[in-house]
């Protein structure tokens, strides 16, 4: 029976859950947005809330163990010196999953783990150019040659 076993094993030895683990968590600081399996989301939640409070500290040791745990010193730099000052008078809950569908190839069920206050910035689309404009054009250039 399964009585107060918690957390998945995401179907990985230990070492390799880990690395995938702090993959997970680097990338969401670095980017603070990823698109992922809806239980690799759930499993990096609770570590990714836990460098964030070890940002709040911000002492040395917080420090250390922050950058022991994420694999680029550019996300422990961005740990400390953007994601925790913007959730100093938070709490707890820094992080929001929301599922958005299935993959298609093996039908895995995706998430979106991100930070609070991350919000989706919208890509600005291109004008595109009027295909009865571009016909005549090419029609005069191909009568020349």
Do not use: C
């Not at 010193?73 to 569908?101: E, S």
């Not at 009027?130 to 090419?138: D, F, I, L, S, Y």
Request: charged share 35%.
């Amino acid at each position: 029976m399964r009585h107060l076993r918690s957390g998945s094993k995401l179907g990985r030895q230990p070492a390799h859950r880990r690395a995938t683990l702090r993959n997970l968590v680097t990338n969401l600081i670095e980017r603070e947005r990823i698109q992922t399996t809806l239980l690799r989301a759930k499993a990096a939640r609770p570590l990714a809330e836990r460098m964030i409070t070890l940002g709040k500290r911000d002492s040395l040791h917080s420090r250390r163990q922050a950058a022991s745990f994420l694999m680029t010193p550019g996300a422990t730099q961005k740990l400390f010196t953007d994601l925790a000052p913007r959730f100093a008078d938070r709490p707890g809950g820094y992080t929001r999953i929301i599922r958005v569908g299935w993959r298609i190839g093996d039908g895995a069920e995706l998430a979106i783990l991100e930070f609070i206050g991350s919000e989706l910035k919208k890509k600005e689309k291109k004008p595109k150019k009027a295909v009865a404009e571009e016909a005549p054009e090419e029609k005069e250039a191909a009568a020349e040659k």
